[in-house]
């Protein structure tokens, strides 16, 4: 089984920063693509952005283009998402996701990931 742990969420005004982590553990767990989804209040869950194992490819959703960035470090299986410039509609609870041997742009769909952690609230002030 694989194991998923976010941290570093939180209450930020507008115009802020925040830097999400994400650590994977699991004997079964190697090389996975990751990425990170978004689900606030009565909407549905959103992708933001997305890493392969290599860290070669690299997708954002439009939303998050410009202002965070997804980075990896494979030797502490640990993903990151460093949002800047935060605003109010950022609000949401984020995810993370893993799996292995996604191909293409399909990391950006939440149905090619089998494994999910349990979520961080991010909150943005206006």
């Known amino acids: 089984q694989v194991q998923l742990v976010e941290s570093g969420g939180g209450l930020v005004q507008a115009g802020g920063s925040l830097r999400l982590s994400c650590a994977a553990s699991g004997r079964t767990f190697r090389r996975g693509d990751m990425g990170w989804f978004r689900q606030a209040p009565g909407k549905e869950r959103e992708f933001v952005a997305a890493i392969s194992w290599s860290g070669g490819r690299i997708y954002y959703a439009d939303s998050a283009k410009g202002r965070f960035t997804i980075s990896r470090d494979n030797a502490k299986n640990t993903v990151y998402l460093q949002m800047n410039s935060l605003k109010p509609e950022d609000t949401a609870v984020y995810y993370c996701?893993?799996?292995?041997?996604?191909?293409?742009?399909?990391?950006?769909?939440?149905?090619?990931?089998?494994?999910w952690g349990q979520g961080t609230q991010v909150t943005v002030s206006s």
């Open positions: 996701a893993a799996d292995h041997d996604i191909l293409f742009e399909s990391l950006i769909l939440a149905e090619s990931y089998d494994y």
